[in-house]
């Protein structure tokens, strides 16, 4: 199984990027897929998730209405869209793979991209 994250970059406060996860090696749509990040000297945090149709979402409260999850079980890719960015969004941004529900627990999760970071400049 593999997950790899791509899109991450420096951009400027304000601005907006879209992350990208594409799956290889499981039966995609089958798993909730959710986007973790860790910043610099902090703990790995929940995102947003998305259920196995994309019927279903769910966010951070610092990340609504900022942030849209999406996915295309016909690619196996799960998306972030990222929009109004802020220097606290900085991080290194994680996908990640649940075969049961959503969950906002990392523990959850059986497997893990490798990341990408995001970089918001004020």
């Known amino acids: 199984v593999q997950l790899q994250a791509c899109g991450g970059g420096l951009v400027q406060a304000g601005g907006s990027l879209r992350l990208s996860c594409a799956a290889s090696g499981l039966a995609f749509s089958s798993y909730a897929m959710s986007w973790f990040r860790q910043a610099p000297g902090k703990e790995r945090e929940f995102v947003a998730a998305?259920?196995?149709?994309?019927?279903?979402?769910y966010y951070v409260d610092s990340v609504k209405g900022r942030f849209t999850i999406s996915r295309d079980n016909a690619k196996n890719t799960v998306y972030l869209e990222m929009n109004s960015l802020k220097a606290e969004d900085t991080a290194v941004y994680y996908c990640a793979a649940n075969s049961g529900r959503i969950s906002i627990s990392s523990s959850s999760y059986t497997y893990w991209g490798q990341g990408t970071l995001v970089t918001v400049s004020s």
């Open positions: 998305i259920n196995r149709s994309g019927g279903y979402t």
